[in-house]
């Protein structure tokens, strides 16, 4: 599943259509009517975490890719077009993923105090809410979009290794100083991702996930399924808060 280093490229590469109409609208997309996009202009692109936002005067479209999801832009791929978009200059195609439109101001529909990669993201408040789920292991709260819009499986992965701290620690069991390293390494490590992801290097700098080999101690890493997702970590250098 994308995480929001990628949706935010993907938003840069979008706005090149702001102020342009939609001359069409086609796919397979049916949980809104399509023509309602039709002669509508750009007016802004956003993100919240791993969705896109594409502004139109009156309502937004919300995509997000889901699991499996693409996009091509000025170009087509082999696959069930879900929504293609095309416009005065240039056209944009999505394929399995999930779109709707959302009708209220963004404002309403959206915190953006809890979207990791916005200006706008509070560290405090999500200090406050992490605290209010003692009993969550770290790495599950982490991926909570609720507290943490944007973060995926690779980021918590790869903070937690950052910080030195096991995946199965207890919120509650760690302090409040170390639960604050884990929030500002995240707003890093995801900005860091987000330039290796625009310059095509993102995978070659990750150091834990899908590694074999700790990078620090040379011990095996471990991969275990926790949840839905294989989480990578080493059991020597994270400490587990109990």
Same mark, same amino acid.
């Not at 993100?47 to 997000?64: A, N, S, Y």
């Not at 993201?121 to 609720?146: C, E, G, R, W």
């Given at each position: 599943?994308?995480?929001?280093?990628?949706?935010?490229?993907?938003?840069?590469?979008?706005?090149?259509?702001?102020?342009?109409?939609?001359?069409?609208?086609?796919?397979?997309?049916?949980?809104?009517?399509?023509?309602?996009?039709?002669?509508?202009?750009?007016?802004?692109?956003?993100?919240?975490?791993?969705?896109?936002?594409?502004?139109?005067?009156?309502?937004?479209?919300?995509?997000?890719?889901?699991?499996?999801?693409?996009?091509?832009?000025?170009?087509?791929?082999?696959?069930?077009?879900?929504?293609?978009?095309?416009?005065?200059?240039?056209?944009?195609?999505?394929?399995?993923?999930?779109?709707?439109?959302?009708?209220?101001?963004?404002?309403?529909?959206?915190?953006?105090?809890?979207?990791?990669?916005?200006?706008?993201?509070?560290?405090?408040?999500?200090?406050?809410? $992490?605290?209010?789920?003692?009993? #969550?292991?770290? !790495?599950? =709260?982490?991926? &909570?979009?609720? +507290?943490?819009?944007? %973060?995926?499986?690779?980021?918590?992965?790869?903070?937690?290794? $950052?910080?030195?701290?096991?995946? #199965?620690?207890? !919120?509650? =069991?760690?302090? &409040?100083?170390? +639960?604050?390293?884990? %929030?500002?390494?995240?707003?890093?490590?995801?900005?860091?991702?987000?330039?290796?992801?625009?310059?095509?290097?993102?995978?070659?700098?990750?150091?834990?996930?899908?590694?074999?080999?700790?990078?620090?101690?040379?011990?095996?890493?471990?991969?275990?399924?926790?949840?839905?997702?294989?989480?990578?970590?080493?059991?020597?250098?994270?400490?587990?808060?109990?």
């Amino acid at each position: 599943m994308p995480e929001a280093p990628t949706v935010l490229l993907l938003a840069e590469q979008t706005k090149q259509f702001i102020g342009q109409k939609v001359l069409s609208a086609e796919g397979k997309a049916s949980k809104f009517d399509k023509s309602r996009l039709v002669g509508q202009p750009v007016t802004a692109v956003k993100t919240f975490g791993k969705e896109l936002l594409i502004c139109f005067p009156d309502f937004t479209l919300r995509v997000h890719l889901m699991l499996f999801g693409s996009y091509t832009i000025n170009n087509h791929k082999n696959g069930i077009l879900h929504l293609g978009l095309e416009f005065q200059k240039g056209e944009l195609n999505f394929y399995a993923c999930d779109t709707r439109l959302i009708e209220e101001p963004l404002e309403e529909a959206y915190d953006f105090r809890r979207e990791v990669m916005n200006e706008r993201f509070d560290k405090k408040l999500a200090l406050s809410d $992490l605290k209010k789920k003692p009993k #969550l292991a770290i !790495v599950d =709260a982490l991926i &909570d979009q609720n +507290l943490f819009a944007g %973060i995926g499986n690779k980021i918590r992965n790869e903070v937690l290794f $950052l910080v030195g701290v096991h995946p #199965l620690s207890k !919120v509650n =069991a760690i302090d &409040d100083d170390k +639960l604050m390293e884990i %929030i500002e390494a995240c707003v890093t490590f995801m900005f860091r991702m987000f330039e290796w992801k625009k310059a095509g290097v993102q995978d070659e700098n990750l150091v834990i996930y899908k590694r074999e080999e700790c990078p620090r101690d040379k011990m095996p890493v471990i991969a275990e399924k926790l949840g839905s997702r294989v989480i990578y970590y080493c059991d020597k250098c994270q400490e587990l808060y109990e």
